[in-house]
Nanobody, 128 residues
Framework: QVQLLESGGGLVQAGGSLRLSCTAS????????MGWFRQAPGKEREFVAA???????????TYADSVKGRFTISRDNAKSMVYLQMNNLKPEDTAVYYC??????????????????WGQGTQVTVFS
């Protein structure tokens, strides 16, 4: 069982930056694919970024087109944490951001239903 807790959300002006953190508790964190999703009011939850587990201990990154070049996902296995650095934020980035985990997930990582564990979310609001 993995528990996830996000932090770092807040209110920021367009063009600004935020770094979200997700703390995981539970065993074998290093074997999990970790993802970030977001959900804006009245919209479906959408994929943001993922760090994909692989058997050679290299994690591959993938991003939604809407955040590519602005957001960076990273992880620290020693601390069981995953981060989302968000730069050049836009009002359309406003949403609740969720951290998600799935053991050894490699395919269709942008599909929310593929993840087993979710955090409670942290609100990000970008104003112009």
């Amino acid at each position: 069982q993995v528990q996830l807790l996000e932090s770092g959300g807040g209110l920021v002006q367009a063009g600004g930056s935020l770094r979200l953190s997700c703390t995981a508790s539970g065993p074998t964190f290093s074997s999990y694919t970790m993802g970030w999703f977001r959900q804006a009011p009245g919209k479906e939850r959408e994929f943001v970024a993922a760090l994909i587990w692989s058997s050679n201990s290299i994690y591959y990154t993938t991003y939604a087109d809407s955040v590519k070049g602005r957001f960076t996902i990273s992880r620290d296995n020693a601390k069981s944490m995953v981060y989302l650095q968000m730069n050049n934020l836009k009002p359309e980035d406003t949403a609740v951001y969720y951290c998600a985990a799935a053991v050894m997930l490699r395919l269709r990582v942008s599909s929310a239903e593929r993840y087993d564990y979710w955090g409670q979310g942290t609100q990000v609001t970008v104003f112009s």
